[in-house]
């Protein structure tokens, strides 16, 4: 089995900043690219950034230049860094991985954790 856990949501003033936290634990042969999603009330979820496993990023163009993603492989951790938080920012956060285990490759999603940006 595999578990992912996300941490370091919360409540935060806009132009402030939050770090979020992921790991992965279980079961893992292989971790392939590591992502965050964010889904706002009413909206379709929408992919927020990915890193690969040489490090490759990729960011939507909503938060290029704010957030940035980063990756531990030893420890199959994943954080996002995010910066001069904006309203539209506030959002339920996912991680997922696309990882192997025994037995299958899938994405495996974490429960998510809620970022709220307000004064």
């Known amino acids: 089995q595999v578990q992912i856990v996300e941490s370091g949501g919360g409540l935060v003033q806009p132009g402030g900043s939050l770090r979020l936290s992921c790991a992965a634990s279980?079961?893992?042969?292989?971790?392939?690219?590591m992502s965050w999603s964010r889904q706002a009330p009413g909206k379709e979820r929408e992919l927020v950034a990915t890193i690969s496993s040489d490090g490759s990023t990729n960011y939507a163009d909503s938060v290029l230049g704010r957030f940035t993603i980063s990756r531990d492989n030893a420890k199959n951790m994943v954080a996002l860094q995010m910066n001069s938080l904006k309203p539209d920012d506030t959002a339920v956060y996912y991680c997922?991985?696309?990882?192997?285990?025994?037995?299958?490759?899938?994405?495996?999603w974490g429960q998510g954790t809620q970022v709220t940006v307000s004064s």
């Open positions: 279980g079961s893992i042969i292989t971790i392939y690219d």
């Open positions: 997922y991985a696309d990882l192997r285990t025994r037995w299958s490759r899938r994405n495996y």
